[in-house]
């Protein structure tokens, strides 16, 4: 049973350091991964989609990587700034039903002035 | 864009009640799914529809039901409303099955008293 973990819950940190959000997902047979954003109280926001044959996408300050491989995936956002804070979210399709997402619990993150 | 509504943001509800929860999407999307997200627990996957009158059981049907009657609007029913279905709920839908992405609605956070 495919599982996702990300690492770290929360995370706070002075406005213009670059990030790393960590996504890990225990099988490796995925066709894609999506990482999502969510402002408190509201809808997720998709991010970026990487396709289980590429290797990364890139939005503006936002990098996500992908190594299938080794069941990782990492979101990078350079120069964070205040607008940045919110709950982020990996998420994959089910083996059997790829309609189906498993979503990590998120890394909740705040970048302060 | 994709625009995916939910019918109410904020919703308060007594014990036994019957509930109502809409979604609708404006994109002729076939496929339409209903998620609730608690603290901890993240996203979990209730129903999902793959297009007008069809419905399938997610991972926590137990005191829900859907309806699909047009391709457009996806309804959430809690029969006899619970305290324990206080969460949030989150619609979304999805144009090509297992490479495209799920847009979201705002959510519709309900309290069961």
């Known amino acids: 049973k495919q599982e996702v973990t990300q690492i770290p819950a929360a995370l706070s940190v002075p406005e213009g350091e670059n990030l790393v959000l960590n996504c890990s997902f225990t099988d490796s047979a995925i066709y894609n991964l999506q990482w999502f954003r969510q402002d408190p109280g509201k809808g997720l926001t998709s991010l970026l989609l990487?396709?289980?044959?590429?290797r990364e996408q890139t939005s503006g300050r936002l990098n996500a990587s992908l190594d299938k491989s080794s069941g990782r995936s990492t979101l990078y956002i350079a120069a964070s700034q205040p607008g940045d804070s919110a709950t982020y979210l990996c998420?994959?399709?089910?083996?059997?039903?790829?309609?189906?997402?498993?979503f990590g619990t998120g890394t909740r993150l705040q970048v302060f002035p | 864009d994709v625009k995916v509504t939910q019918s109410s943001r904020y919703l308060v509800k007594r014990t036994g009640e019957k509930v109502f929860l809409e979604c609708v999407q404006d994109m002729d999307h076939e496929n339409m799914f209903w998620y609730r997200q608690d603290p901890g627990l993240g996203l979990r996957l209730i129903y999902f529809s793959y297009d007008v009158k069809m419905k399938e059981k997610g991972d926590i049907p137990e005191g829900y039901s859907v309806s699909r009657e047009k391709k457009e609007r996806f309804s959430l029913i809690l029969e006899s409303a619970s305290t324990n279905q206080t969460s949030m709920y989150l619609c979304?839908?999805?144009?090509?099955?297992?490479?495209?992405?799920?847009?979201f609605g705002p959510g519709t956070r309900l309290t069961v008293l």
């Open positions: 990487i396709q289980s044959s590429q």
């Open positions: 979304a839908s999805i144009e090509d099955r297992g490479t495209d992405t799920q847009y």
């Open positions: 998420a994959v399709p089910a083996k059997y039903n790829t309609d189906k997402l498993i």
